[in-house]
């Protein structure tokens, strides 16, 4: 499984090793040399969500990112000996590499999954002047404090082709690659629906019916963003009260099985035929992104993988209908709307609700609105954890 967005006090925990870090302009070191020559393309925009969708995005824009990716492969095998390093919350598998080395053979990947780790590790490397990651990555809120200080490089990603509308929901050097969202998951042998609002799940119907992980805030964060913190804290506090929610955190084993059928959770990767998710009402959608790291030893190869990773059509249909590749996250949802209707098994129960979900106003983060989500999450931890 890919990158997911991570837990409140894994944040706070970052806030504070980075306290000691240098300043955003010490860590990138001014302007970035990262600059494509891309031909400009207009937009035929479509907005979903927050979202803007470019449906001419394989015909127009594509082209061009192609050809950038040929002058950045050459440059990529040139620098730290054609090494890429990538560390993630979880290790590439091997198979995700080997699609990126049929095009890209003489780029040797290496790899790490650091989990909770992921932000210290980039940290300590950078003090030590150890090897770092090349490729940063992360949601708009859980890579906060690593943004603020400066590790992610300002490359200009519309020189490399990318549209301008796709670089506005974060900041211009985030590329979103991935959308990710909060979701019901439930198993349709135990419960035929599930309601389309947090505030259903008061019903009596459902008491012991209801899972989630103390480390998930976030799930409660949309309808705290727009429904204000009070009217948050009140619903966790009723639904924890009526014994309708419970605080596991395992909840796959429970949700599979039928004992707690009702999984608050995000995209959905057991392929237990009977689990099924569904948006709801101020559920959160949010683009996740990818960049290159400012002390990474192999700027061009990072970019290379970022591009490749996000917008490759060949690697995009294999995440859509290859089932080795399912617990891969959900495509960015400004590409063609075509690129989902191929979805196939998981990726197609994940991407139709989660596009669902925009489509039906879920609320999104944004680059502006980073610091209030934070603190809805924080709100909702305390009320949820005490």
């Not at 890209?104 to 650091?114: A, M, S």
């Not at 993988?305 to 995009?316: E, G, Q, S, V, Y």
């Not at 990726?347 to 979900?357: F, P, Q």
Request: aromatic letters at 10%.
């Amino acid at each position: 499984m890919k990158r997911t967005l991570g837990a409140t006090a894994v944040v706070a925990v970052f806030a504070l090793a980075l306290s000691g870090c240098s300043t955003p302009s010490e860590a990138t070191g001014g302007d970035s040399a990262l600059k494509g020559d891309a031909a400009e393309a207009v937009c035929d925009a479509v907005e979903i969500g927050a979202i803007t969708r470019c449906e001419n995005f394989y015909d127009d824009y594509w082209p061009e990112i192609d050809k950038q990716l040929d002058t950045l492969y050459e440059e990529a095998k040139k620098a730290d000996g054609g090494t890429l390093v990538i560390w993630d919350w979880y290790e590439l598998a091997p198979e995700v590499i080997a699609q990126f080395n049929e095009r890209f053979p003489d780029i040797k990947v290496e790899t790490r999954g650091l989990t909770y780790n992921l932000s210290s590790a980039i940290i300590s490397a950078k003090a030590t002047g150890a090897r770092n990651t090349d490729v940063v990555s992360g949601s708009i809120t859980s890579m906060a404090a690593m943004y603020d200080e400066g590790f992610w490089e300002k490359v200009d990603w519309e020189s490399f082709g990318v549209p301008a509308e796709y670089l506005t929901i974060g900041a211009p050097e985030l590329m979103p690659d991935s959308i990710n969202g909060t979701l019901m998951q439930y198993n349709t042998e135990k419960v035929e629906s599930v309601p389309e609002t947090l505030d259903g799940l008061l019903d009596p119907e459902y008491k012991d019916k209801v899972s989630v992980a103390g480390y998930n805030a976030v799930v409660f964060a949309g309808y705290g963003m727009a429904e204000g913190e009070d009217k948050m804290v009140a619903l966790i506090g009723d639904l924890m009260s009526s014994g309708n929610l419970k605080l596991l955190e395992d909840q796959g084993a429970p949700l599979s099985s039928g004992d707690v059928p009702i999984a608050l959770n995000q995209t959905l990767f057991n392929p237990n035929p009977a689990l099924q998710v569904s948006p709801f009402e101020h559920a959160g959608v949010w683009a996740q992104f990818s960049g290159v790291n400012s002390d990474a030893k192999n700027k061009p190869g990072a970019a290379l993988w970022t591009l490749w990773n996000a917008f490759d059509p060949d690697w995009i249909d294999l995440r859509m209908t290859d089932e080795r590749f399912a617990s891969t996250q959900v495509p960015f949802a400004g590409l063609p709307a075509a690129t989902f209707a191929e979805a196939t098994g998981l990726m197609k129960t994940n991407s139709d609700a989660l596009l669902l979900g925009l489509e039906n106003g879920a609320e999104t983060e944004t680059q502006a609105t980073r610091d209030d989500w934070q603190a809805m999450i924080n709100a909702a931890d305390k009320a949820l954890n005490g």
